[in-house]
C-alpha cells in the first residue's frame, strides 16, 4: 500500500566531516588553554626599538610580576601565583628562594613599561638576597605571533 | 549531539587566552662583594638613564667619566660601538666584557631603562648591570 502525503526528499547532509572539524577543534583549543601560562599578569610590557632581546630559554622559572599603579608607582607583586602586597619584598624573597631550592634555575622579572626604576631596583635586590646568584631574565614584549 | 558538540567548541574558544610572545633580556646577579676594588683598567662604564617625558624616545643619556658627550640612545650605540675593541685591528677601548653599568634615576621609567639596556646589548656587549639608581 502506497503511503500518502508528502513525500520525503532522498537527500542528506553527510554530517560526518563537519563533527571530526568540530573536533580537531576542540582539541585544539583543549590544548591551547592548558598551556597558557597561569603566573603571568597582563600588562603593558617595555618594547624597545629594535629589539636585541631573545627568548627566554626553556629552562624552570619563576616569574615575577610587579603589578602597576597610576603614576609609576606598583600596587603589588605576583610572585609564582601568590599576590603580595608593595610592602612585602621579604615574601618575594622567600617565594623566590623555595622555587629555585625546587629546582627553577631562572627568575623572569615582568614589569610594566611606566613602572619607576625605584621599584625595580627594590624587586631585584630582594631576588639578589637570595644569596644563590640566580639568573635573572628581564621580560620585554616581543613581536606578535 | 551536534548541538553540545558546537556548545563545547563556543565554552573553549571563549576560555581560551592567546598568550603574547614575550621575549628576555639574561641578566647575571651576582652576589654583592663589598671592598674589592675593580682594576683601573677594567673600570665599569657608568650609563646614567634619565626619562624626560613620557614617550619612549623621552630618554636622556649621559656617561660618567672623560668621554664625548653622549645624550641620546643613538648617540650611545654609536658610542659604544666605535669605541669596541676590534678582533682584527685591536683598536679601541672595551672589550664585549668590559663591564657596563646601566644607572637609571630613581623616577626613570622602565621602558627608557630596558632601552638603554637594549642598546649595549646590540652593541654586542655582555658584562652589563642594572645599578643602584642614582
Given at each position: 500500500m502506497k503511503r500518502r502525503g508528502k513525500t520525503t526528499s532522498g537527500i542528506h547532509a553527510n554530517m560526518t566531516p563537519m563533527i571530526d572539524v568540530t573536533f580537531l577543534l576542540i582539541v585544539f583549543f583543549v590544548v591551547v588553554s592548558q598551556i597558557v601560562d597561569r603566573d603571568t599578569v597582563a600588562m603593558d610590557l617595555p618594547r624597545p626599538d629594535h629589539a636585541a632581546s631573545g627568548l627566554p630559554e626553556k629552562a624552570e622559572h619563576v616569574v615575577v610580576n610587579i603589578i602597576p599603579a597610576e603614576d609609576g608607582d606598583i600596587r603589588g607583586?605576583?610572585?609564582?601565583?601568590?599576590?603580595?602586597?608593595?610592602?612585602?619584598l621579604h615574601d618575594v624573597t622567600s617565594i623566590v628562594q623555595t622555587h629555585l631550592q625546587g629546582g627553577a634555575q631562572e627568575v623572569h622579572l615582568r614589569a610594566d613599561k611606566t613602572t619607576k626604576y625605584i621599584y625595580i631596583h627594590e624587586v631585584i635586590e630582594a631576588i639578589r638576597a637570595v644569596g644563590s646568584a640566580p639568573r635573572l631574565q628581564l621580560i620585554v614584549s616581543g613581536d606578535e605571533r | 549531539m551536534i548541538d553540545v558538540v558546537f556548545l563545547l567548541l563556543v565554552y573553549f574558544m571563549v576560555a581560551t587566552e592567546f598568550k603574547t610572545a614575550e621575549e628576555s633580556f639574561p641578566m647575571d646577579l651576582p652576589l654583592r662583594q663589598g671592598?674589592?676594588?675593580a682594576a683601573l683598567d677594567n673600570e665599569p662604564l657608568v650609563i646614567l638613564v634619565e626619562s624626560s617625558g613620557v614617550q619612549a624616545s623621552d630618554v636622556s643619556i649621559r656617561l660618567v667619566g672623560p668621554?664625548?658627550?653622549v645624550v641620546s640612545l643613538q648617540g650611545l650605540s654609536a658610542f659604544l660601538?666605535?669605541?669596541?675593541?676590534?678582533?682584527?685591528?685591536?683598536?679601541g677601548l672595551f672589550a664585549q666584557t668590559h663591564p657596563i653599568r646601566i644607572q637609571p634615576t630613581v623616577n626613570t621609567r622602565?621602558?627608557?631603562?630596558?632601552?638603554?639596556?637594549?642598546?649595549?646589548?646590540d652593541a654586542?656587549?655582555?658584562?652589563?648591570?642594572?645599578?643602584?639608581?642614582s
Open positions: 607583586f605576583v610572585v609564582a601565583g601568590h599576590e603580595l602586597e608593595a610592602s612585602a | 671592598g674589592t676594588l668621554w664625548d658627550p660601538t666605535s669605541n669596541q675593541v676590534s678582533l682584527i685591528s685591536m683598536d622602565w621602558e627608557h631603562a630596558v632601552s638603554a639596556y637594549n642598546v649595549v646589548v654586542n656587549y655582555t658584562n652589563i648591570t642594572l645599578d643602584d639608581p
